[in-house]
């Protein structure tokens, strides 16, 4: 009897270990804050309230020093990177827009002729995919580790903010039309807007939104970790200056009517309700299968563009965003249960101080006049092979080389292309404000792994889609002649320093201070999931989070 009771017992204990082992989350929720830096974690944190950002930071496992590994850092590439697992060198998204050498013209990177508008009647809109991104992303793999009963849905005011996460195998991914104000999709997806999608923007929400007065949530004096809201670094919503109260009616007249909702919080209150419309409608983390919810906040990056990382608006921004967050948590216990979903929070991108702040600030900073500097580049060049067209564009700072200039005999067009290669680049490291310039046979032949920026360069740089010459400015220094407002894109830590937050089923309360790149959320993903990495993975699972 004793031996039968223990037999029962052990098989009792491994069947439960078994179950253990092979559980997986109801539903991931993947949350990128555009443009958020890591320190907005901890910057506002008293202005936090308890169920938002401080859930995650105080119950999740927050990587502190979580970085980009690649430039230039901006929000296509990152989407991808976050959601891949690797970098621009893998899965070809160098840019948000870039010069294609094949068809000689600019493409964009979720652009897709073939596909078609739905939900709305702007033409332009929703021809897209995510037919560039050339590798798997963590949703696809979770398509693949299911026979595709897993849901997957992507949505986000940017379209590359949706597509990109959501993969190519997604059931949906959807995006604002700041032309009608309604989310919409493309042919790529579906043919026609499910009725919930439909129902939900016959709300409306965007009309009410914008007929209301943006005013900050605290008195005023209270933002005592911003700037004064009257600043002299922040650009102008049309001829407003850029303080409080926004008058959203007034404004809208005259910045594009919907396409005010992304320069303001209210963007993020609509995604948020919309997010929370889409869990019971689609039933996510309803079933055994895990489902993937990813979600991209564009309010931040758009606004903070404009008026930069002081200004009392992106404060406010940030509050009402911590009450998204905690409202959408709140609506993941009620539906999936708290326990059974995972969340990460992470951003595509940092951003740099306001250039003009810095210099005011007596530290080293400075606006590179892009038009000069291409100008004065092909003066030069003029001097070398006259007559001759040598650069065909730049773009992304890169430069791409005019092929056809040079003659097609290999023994004199290689020479001539090397020589300009390094005219190029003696004329460019004499300029103010560059630090490096790379040519492609160094990148191309680069290791992976390197360090420092050249090692940022190479996995940034697509051998076949990227340019001839890759150009690095020095920290601080931007090609602007504007005083107000800033932006990102460079491999310096302002860009690169990212949050990188786990939250939820199979996470423990933590924190690591050891280096990660963005590059390691998918694959930690994939460990919690349990499924394949994605194909084109360079990233590591966070250790730290399961030791
Ligand atoms: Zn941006």
């Given at each position: ?155 986000s005011a940017k379209?590359?903010g ?13 995006w604002y ?84 909702l992304t320069?303001?919080?209210?963007s993020?209150?609509f995604l ?24 991209s906040y564009s309010a ?248």
């Open positions: 009897m004793r031996t039968l009771t223990l037999f029962f017992f052990v098989t009792v204990i491994s069947l439960t270990a078994f179950s253990q082992a092979n559980e997986r989350p109801k539903l991931v929720v993947g949350i990128m804050v555009d443009q958020m830096r890591q320190e907005y974690l901890y910057r506002y944190y008293d202005k936090y309230g308890e169920g938002g950002f401080k859930r995650l930071i105080d119950k999740g496992f927050v990587v502190m020093n979580g970085h980009y590994n690649y430039v230039p850092t901006y929000t296509a590439p990152g989407h991808a990177s976050v959601y891949t697992g690797t970098t621009p060198a893998y899965h070809g998204i160098i840019g948000n827009d870039w010069y294609d050498k094949t068809i000689d013209k600019s493409v964009y990177c979720a652009g897709d002729d073939s596909q078609k508008t739905v939900g709305s009647t702007t033409e332009d809109k929703g021809k897209m995919s995510p037919h560039r991104m050339l590798t798997t992303t963590i949703t696809d793999e979770l398509k693949l580790a299911t026979q595709k009963k897993s849901k997957v849905i992507g949505i379209d590359r949706s597509i990109l996460p959501a993969g190519h195998m997604a059931d949906a991914a959807y039309d700041g032309k009608t104000g309604r989310l919409i999709t493309s042919t790529f997806y579906m043919d026609k807007l499910p009725d919930w999608v439909e129902k939900f923007n016959a709300r409306q929400l965007p009309d009410k939104y914008l007929s209301q007065t943006w005013n900050t949530l605290l008195p005023i004096d209270q933002y005592e970790e911003s700037g004064s809201d009257n600043s002299p670094y922040e650009a102008k919503l049309g001829e407003h200056r850029s303080v409080f109260p926004y008058d959203l009616k007034e404004l809208r007249k005259t910045n594009g009517n919907f396409e005010l320069n303001t919080p209210f993020n209150d948020t309700e919309f997010a929370k419309t889409a869990i019971d409608a689609e039933k996510l983390g309803a079933d055994k299968w895990t489902d993937f919810l990813a979600l931040t990056d758009y606004a903070g563009h404009r008026v930069g990382p002081n200004a009392v608006e992106l404060q406010d921004m940030y509050m009402r965003l911590d009450k998204n967050l905690a409202d959408l948590f709140r609506k993941l216990d009620e539906t999936v249960g708290d326990g059974n979903y995972l969340v990460f929070l992470s951003a595509d991108h940092a951003v740099a101080e306001v250039p003009q702040y810095l210099i005011d600030s007596k530290t080293p900073a400075g606006n590179l006049r892009f038009s000069q500097l291409t100008a004065g580049l092909t003066d030069f060049l003029n001097s070398y092979f006259p007559d001759k067209q040598i650069i065909k564009t730049v773009s992304n700072d890169q430069v791409f080389l005019n092929h056809e200039a040079f003659s097609t005999d290999p023994r004199t067009g290689g020479v001539d292309m090397m020589i300009a290669t390094e005219l190029i680049s003696n004329y460019l490291m004499q300029q103010d404000g560059i630090a490096n310039v790379f040519s492609k046979g160094l990148l191309r032949q680069g290791d992976f792994n390197e360090g420092g920026i050249k090692g940022m360069a190479i996995r940034g740089h697509h051998p076949k889609r990227s340019g001839d010459m890759t150009v690095v400015l020095e920290p601080g220094w931007f090609y602007s002649s504007r005083i107000q407002g800033t932006t990102h894109g460079s491999p310096y830590t302002y860009d690169t320093h990212v949050p990188i937050v786990f939250y939820g089923k199979g996470v423990k309360a933590g924190s690591t201070v050891r280096y990660h790149t963005v590059t390691d959320i998918a694959p930690t993903l994939s460990m919690l999931l349990k499924i394949k990495l994605p194909n084109g993975c360079t990233g590591q699972p966070v250790a730290e989070l399961f030791e």
